[in-house]
């Protein structure tokens, strides 16, 4: 199955090199290219990709609001491309919704990875900041406790236990270890409890959870 990639960055030759890898991976077709963000969330309504590998710097409307309309509007996923920058712009992309960020210099493999795990319903971090970020929200008290999503009432135990590991960062292949379950059954459990958190990715759960203070099972 072909994934479907539509491209934003305000740097031609940036677009030009990533359509380069990305297509060299035989199951990628870049579909569509966007110079800012208002022509991403259009380009994003008009061809519906699979992914959507935002810039969060771009002139006009910027990559964190494109991710938030993209997201809301479920119209793709969205990996966000970045540099190694833990700051306002990587942590507004997560809040909006992105599946997770990879930076820039990524090695081709790793970004074509990363494209096809985002594609495939996974949360991808670049491993090099994947504890980090998580770190960075859950470090740093907020100037109140996080609001409870209505639904975190309606969580079974299994579904607690999956949240916490996705506070951990586990992949869904680490979570499947971790409980002694299929990862078919994780994916389900996953998709409940965003389902149910009313929330759009994997990541904003994690972030939740780190606020929270839900620990993995076995931690």
Known sequence: MTIRVLLADDHAAIRAGLRMILEGAGDIEVVGEAADGDVALAQARALRPDVVLMDVRMPGVDGITATTRVTEAGLARVLVL????????????LRAGAAGFVLKSASGPALVDAVRAVAAGEGVLAPEVTRAVIDAFAGTPPERPPDLPAGMA???GREREVFGCLGGGLSNAQIAARLFISETTVKTHVSRVLTKLGMRSRVQAAILARELGTDAPGT
Request: aromatic share 20%.
């Open 154 to 156: 309606e969580l079974t």
């Open 82 to 93: 970045t540099t190694f920058d833990l700051d306002e712009y990587v942590f507004g992309s």
